[in-house]
Structures are given as C-alpha cells and as structure tokens.
C-alpha cells in the first residue's frame, strides 16, 4: 500500500519508526514532512499528507504530533480527507470498518512507538464495512459539498 505520512517535531522521532516499519512491512511510503525535531507548525504537513490521499496519490495517511489532536484537525480540512485519532486499537479498527477514514492521527506522547506499530497495522488491514454505514460516509461528503459551495443547511 502506499501511504502519505506527516508529523510535527513532537511526532518526528516516531514518524521515522513507522517509516522503516512500515516500508520494512513492504508499503510505500510518502514522507510529507517534518525532517527534524526542531519546532515547526504542523498544519502544512498534515493537509499534505491528506492532500495526497484526496488526490490518490497514497491510498491512505498517517499523521502525527504531540496528541495527535492538531494533526487530525489540519488533515480533516482538506475536503475528502477522513482523518480519525486512534491512540488505541478499538478506534483504529472501528474508524475504518463503521468510517471509511483515510488517515489515522496519534500523539507520540500518548503512545509507545510498539503500540503504534499495532494500531497502524490494524488501520492498514481494517476494510470499511460499507452496507448501512456507506450513507452516512456519504452525508458527510455532501457536507463537504454544501460548505465548498458556500451553502450550509
């Protein structure tokens, strides 16, 4: 699979890690940034993570900081992007299965770097379910629809 991924400083060290897990587990990796632990804004390199996934040049994205919080914010405003904070593997697994999300953000201060490994793993395999939860993925893209065309309802 190929996956964009991005961090922040706070995010960098345990970017690296998946990097080589992830590439070591046969995936291909876009790496959107940060390259060191010196203090940056994370907003550019979460919605170029997710920019790449919206416009399929990954398939799915990974982005990280301190909680994971911010990150998943930036990404979620990139229209199309369904970014989901998983710092455990319930929400990895259900974001997928119940949310078709595209891009899974956790906090490298929240989670070990072993446990983050798993909940990508298990982000990675999970497909969505579709059936009764593909109208909702729908609605939520028909928001993003009306909010581009500067209608809200």
Known sequence: MKIAIASDHA?????????????GQGHEIIDCGTDSEVS???????????????????????????????????????????AALCNELWTAR???????ANLLAMGA???TTHMAYEIADLFLATEFEGGRHQPRVDQIHQIEIEECEGRSR
Not at 65 to 81: D, I, P
Not at 94 to 100: A, G, P
């Open 109 to 111: 201060r929240i989670v």
């Open 40 to 82: 940056v804004d994370y907003p550019k390199f979460c919605a170029a993570a997710a920019r790449a996934v919206v416009r399929g040049e990954a398939e799915r994205g990974i982005v990280l900081g301190g909680s994971g919080q911010g990150e998943q914010l930036a990404a979620n405003k990139v229209h199309g992007a369904r």
């Open 11 to 23: 995010g960098y060290a345990l970017k690296s890690a998946l990097v080589e897990y992830l590439t």
């Open 94 to 100: 259900m974001c997928r299965l119940h949310n078709d």
